[in-house]
């Protein structure tokens, strides 16, 4: 059975940081699409940051781009979603989401309905 769990949300200034991380487990890790998805209160799901876990390869929304990274630790089949610079607009619920078994060189995609599998989401509130 596929398990994502997100963790790492929670209350931060504006300027602030932090680091979300999605824990996968019941899929071949080495070969997926892992993305990162927000959802803010009467808006609809953005997509914005992807990887590939087998060539590392990175996607980012331009909303987020030069503030946010995406990095994959594959060993502990964990990616992590470094947030610096948090804005009061990313205030959000966070969301990785999988796609599993792609084989060859591919550019991690943006698009959630591309994902398989989803996890439960974590709460990201920034204060001004």
């Known amino acids: 059975e596929v398990h994502l769990v997100e963790s790492g949300g929670g209350l931060v200034q504006a300027g602030g940081s932090l680091r979300l991380s999605c824990a996968a487990s019941?899929?071949?890790?080495?070969?997926?699409?892992i993305g990162w998805f927000r959802q803010a209160p009467g808006k609809e799901r953005e997509g914005i940051s992807s990887?590939?876990?087998?060539?590392?390869?990175?996607n980012y929304a331009d909303s987020v781009k030069g503030r946010f990274t995406i990095s994959s630790d594959n060993a502990k089949k964990t990616v992590y979603l470094q947030m610096n610079s948090l804005k009061p607009e990313d205030t959000a619920a966070y969301y990785c989401?999988?796609?599993?078994?792609?084989?060859?060189?591919?550019?991690?995609?943006?698009?959630?309905?591309?994902?398989?599998?989803w996890g439960q989401g974590t709460q990201v509130t920034v204060s001004s």
């Open positions: 019941g899929f071949t890790f080495d070969d997926s699409a």
């Open positions: 990887i590939s876990t087998s060539y590392s390869n990175t």
């Open positions: 989401a999988a796609r599993a078994n792609i084989i060859g060189y591919f550019t991690p995609s943006l698009n959630q309905y591309v994902y398989d599998y």
